[in-house]
């Protein structure tokens, strides 16, 4: 049922939005269901703690994140020279050792698992166990010979270290520095940057959705060089897709690309923006994640409303109210956005995809 299409980057242009920095804009008149992006990370890393064994029940190939079987298959692979590390295939496995676990990856993070590395990484908060893999996962950006334009790019996102960040610089830095090439740029300032990059640009893969399950965790980070300058909007007009569990065999190598699909159509110049999270969050937990984690509050017109609101209003003929009674996904445990299917020959699909658990629905309308 998925259609895969790699969408032109002339479909969006980068522009200046009042109130918001950058952001995407139509190049010209989208239809709903359109694919407007598909890109890789220019980051991705493993949510999991490297030390403090993972709460989730899922284990996962530490190159493309697929869910291994519960007992490894012959097809499972496990890294000879750290055993830490397991693949879905032979094929992941040969993908990593020239990517995500390279020579220099695999003893980097074999020497922060060892004492006295783990001894002083246990000393701090778990989150410095993740933001270990990130500065390893990110080791190439750091390199003099790396091509500038990604650091560059990296460096122009937005996310200013505050001081909490500072301080897990100073500290991963005396960790991580002898670990890296002597060829490497690595600095506190550095170390400071990409942490608070990351933390407000960084999209999280999820564990695989059930029905019964126990609440989705985030699998892994990514961070994507030109998805991450889609704003946020409270009523989005596209949402991401990813398709890192699926048997789909178009997805087989890039399962942990992003794909940014329209919900509805947009209108030249008109700005393309996701929402951060599932659209269904009432107002106060709206407000107080877009203050905690991305540091603005949202001036759109749907916040403008509920914020007035105590409960007893008949809403149904608001246009928001509308919006997410036809594209919240309704089954248990989801509340994910549903948007079309890409139009074929130019015709809109009435078919809605969820975007968090994979179920379809026809659109009634
Ligand atoms: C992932 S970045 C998006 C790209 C960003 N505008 C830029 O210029 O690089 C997230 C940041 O964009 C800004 N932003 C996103 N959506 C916004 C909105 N609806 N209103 C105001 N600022 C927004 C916030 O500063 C937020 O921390």
């Known amino acids: 049922m998925l259609i895969v299409m790699a969408a032109s980057s002339s479909l969006l242009r980068m ?39 993972s709460s989730s029940p899922y284990t ?6 697929r869910i291994l079987p519960l007992t490894h298959n012959s097809t499972t692979v496990t ?16 993908l990593a050792l020239k990517s995500s676990h390279s020579t220099w ?42 091509t500038p334009s990604e650091l560059d790019t990296f460096l122009s996102l937005h996310g200013t270290p ?35 990059k990351d933390r407000l640009n960084s999209f999280g893969l999820m564990d695989p959705y059930s029905p019964d399950g126990p609440q989705r965790s985030i699998k892994a980070y990514a961070i994507y060089p030109k998805a991450t300058f889609f704003n946020h909007d409270c009523v989005p ?28 159509d947009v209108d030249e110049g008109k700005e393309v923006c996701i929402s951060y999270f599932r659209i269904g969050r009432d107002y106060c937990t709206r407000k107080r994640i877009l203050m905690e984690d991305y540091g603005f509050t949202c001036g759109c017109d749907r916040c403008k409303i509920e914020a007035n609101w105590d409960g007893e209003e008949n809403n149904s003929d608001l246009p928001h109210v509308r919006f997410l009674s036809k594209y919240v996904c309704e089954r248990k445990n989801c509340a994910g956005t ?10 809109p699909s009435n078919v809605l995809e969820c975007n968090f658990c994979g179920n379809f629905k026809i659109d009634a309308a």
Do not use: W
């Open 15 to 53: 522009e200046q939005i009042p109130g918001k920095g950058r952001g995407l804009v139509a190049s010209q008149p989208l239809k709903a269901g359109q694919i407007v992006l598909t890109e890789s990370p220019l980051i991705l890393y493993s949510a999991s703690p490297l030390l403090t064994p």
């Open 60 to 65: 996962y190939c530490d190159h493309c994140f």
């Open 79 to 94: 890294c000879p020279s750290c055993s830490n590390h397991s693949f879905c295939s032979q094929k992941c496995f040969s």
């Open 105 to 146: 990856v695999c003893k980097a993070l074999m020497s922060l698992q060892q004492h006295p590395n783990s001894t002083l990484l246990q000393q701090h908060p778990q989150e410095r166990q993740v933001q270990a893999r990130l500065i390893v996962a990110s080791h190439k950006l750091f390199l003099h010979n790396h």
């Open 162 to 196: 505050d001081d909490a960040i500072l301080d897990a610089a100073n500290f991963l830095h005396s960790l991580i520095s002898p670990l890296f090439p002597p060829q490497a740029q690595l600095s506190v300032d550095l170390i400071a940057q990409l942490l608070a």
């Open 237 to 264: 007009n596209a949402c991401r897709f990813d398709y890192v569990d699926s048997t789909n065999d178009d997805y087989e190598h890039n399962s942990t690309d992003i794909v940014i699909r329209l919900i509805e």
């Open 338 to 347: 549903m948007a079309p299917l890409p139009p074929k020959d130019d015709v």
